[in-house]
């Protein structure tokens, strides 16, 4: 896989589960990227429509009020966010399965492991700060 | 003149000689007409009077071929029995055999006695030497000649006479015997009353031997015996004296035989009637073996039609498996079955089918007469939502489970069948003769019925049909029952494929919580520095999110435990006093975080306390399950709870204000793995509402739902302080 240039900016994280969200928001944070969190896929097109500029965006698919697909929809369809890298998160290959498939720069599958997560997030951001 | 006298003295003694002669040969003559005396005398007497050698009569018959001596007198016993001469020569000049007569002189007087025309006769004097006669003698014997040819002609006629006589009496004799030895029973009876019949006839009519009936009794015994038909009328219409036709035909004894019967009259050679004759030949042999043979007939062509017929309805059933067995369509593979048990097997054929959730679909209805298609099209419509209301044929049918056969529906019977009065309007419409009604069992279940009619061929149900339309409603059962468990297990399929989904979904995302809060861990004990560097923030909030998550996945299996046991029909009940507003505030309490992340607020409203003999637990858990459903779909707008208690029944309400329910799918989110809404905006098992309905029918309660789509959804629980009812109470309110 061809190596992106990685870029500066925080990592977002559309996720509607709060304990994951925490939990991936605080092991990124360690590592030593700067995370913006949303529960669900309108609250984050708002922050993104109104400037926030992320590396790249970690995205849940099945969500209340705005999923996943329905974002994803929503960002290709603005040139301004189109370019902006999303890795997908999906619960369960069955239901993608039955799903549209998500145009995705990647994927990361539940239950996520740890070491791809962060070789995903790697992948096309730079963390703010080094770790501790 | 003495002279003259003297000589005619003895002329005259010459004459009267000559008479008295002439005279004792005359009576001599006389007696030949008596044929049963020999000629030997009048000969003997013949040649004493004229002094002859020998005296013979000759005769000559057209076929014979030579002369032969009839009678001889003067000759010796072994001359008689020799031979004359050769063939064709005459008497008058012939040699003669006879030693006696062999001698020079010979003088031989020659008269034919011809008296047949075909058979030449003669009498022959042989003297010795000229005869010492009067010349008159030559004439004298030459008459008496004519009198012996008389008594030769009498002779022969009396002798033929007798002959015929005799034959006569043989021929009739004969005849008796042949009417003796037939087989048929005769009688005649003659103008003049007299009657004659043979063995054979006493035995046929009773008569006792040696009985001699008159015409009259026999008439009324033959009368008495016989069944004429009507065509042989006049058969016995005669008496004597009187003239009918003949007249022929079958009769039956009152013995059981049949007889030939032959009546006619007899006529003499003239044609003049004789009298009347009946002839009886006896046919029973011929007539039962003709009866066994058209019985052999008619037996085989039943045979026949019955195989026919069974292999008919052979190929009915095997064309009817095809068909059952060659689609899941069932309602479809119906309607061609009922069409293929016409004609053959009825005039209409309809099937009645339960549909879960529809109740009884007419799902076919054939009729044979195209005419009748419109009234079939209104019968078939009449389907009705409740089984036990269909009319009386169908719900008997299924009731009992037994098939009738009516063989005739008479406008009665079709009233008892039929209660209800469309259809009834309708049936007779349709025609109905004849009616038989199976029910469709599969399984114990009764699916359905299917009911064959008779109207306008006019023809009837028996066993045979009975049996085969059990026959046919047995495979259609099992292929309707079939088509359905594919489906049940098409659905169950399916379910399970999305329960699978769902859970496993729902499982990994704790999983994933609590695997990145481990690995985080472990991450951070490797790092170097380990744990110590670590800052401690995280430390107590990954080790919290394990344990959480671990929680949520206990939880999660609780639940699939619980739709185990519900499935099972074994959701125990631990039941205790529990203050329901209680239990309420403490799930309130509980799910706080679970709002606050919702953005839900509470209005709680719960007079307590509201006691009743519950579970628990399963209370906590609906209480739960509703909360959580009205954070989860409440759209971040506050969530109402209200408890209250009327009339021993505790209520809970919990209304949110969110995407609402559509009304289509109200009955619909209380059933396994349901939700209203795409699994791909909302997390869960879709169990939630299924274990609520359970555990409050467990308790005796209820719970609906009142929605509006965009205008959130009120939730309503019933419990009764009572709690359930103990099973004896249950049985007793079964009862």
Redesign the interface.
Known sequence: MQQRVRLPGPVMLVE?????R???S??LE?EGYRVVAF?NGVEALRELRAGLSPAVILLD?????M?G?QFRAEQTQDPRLAAIPVVVIS??G??SDK?PQVEADGYLR??????V?LAAVARFALPESAA? | MAHSDEAELRLTEERLARVGVLQELTVAALDLFDPALPMDEFLDRLATRLGCLAALCLEHGAQAPSWRLISGAGLSRPSLALSLGKPGEHPATAALPYPELDRPGLVRWHFPVTSAPDVATSLLLLFDGPPALPAQYYGMVSRLSEIVRAALVHRSLYERSLDSERRLLEQKTLLECQMEASTNAILFAGDRGEVSFNRRFAEVFGLPHGAEPGFEELARLMSAALEVPEAMAGWSDWAPGREAPACHGEVRHRDGRTFDLFCAPVRRQGGAALGRGWYLHDVTPQKRAAEDRSRLLAQEQRARALAEEAQGRAFFLAEASRLLAGSLDYAATLERVANLALPSFADWCMVDLIEEGQGLRRVALAHVEPDKHEVAEQLRRCSVSDPRAAPAWVAVALHTGQAQLHPVVGAQTLRELCDDEAHLALLQQLGVGAMLVVPLTARGRRLGVITLGYGSSGRSYGEADLTLAEDLACRAALAVDNARLYGQMQEAVRNR?EF??IA??EL??????????A??LL??ARAPGGFE?A?AS?LG??LE?AV??ANRMAALIDKLLDLSRIRAGRLDLQLEQVDLAEVVREICAQTAEERA?AGCELELTAEGPVVGRWDRGRLEQVVANLLSNAC?YGAGRPVKVTLSCEAAVARLEVADQGIGIPAESQERIFERFERAVS?????GLGLGLYIVRRVLDALGGKVGVASQPGAGAIFRIELPLAGPETSAQAQRGAA
């Open positions: 509607d589960d709060p304990d994951i925490a939990m991936i605080q092991l360690l529960a698919l099945m969500m209340p009020v999923n697909w619960g369960d069955r239901v799903s539940k239950p996520i492991d740890l070491d997560l501790s | 494929d699978l989904s496993s979904h990994r995302t704790p999983v994933t919580s609590l695997r990145l809060a690995q985080g991450r951070m560097k800052p995280f909030a990954s999110t959480r998550q992340h989860k699994a791909s905006h909302y997390a």
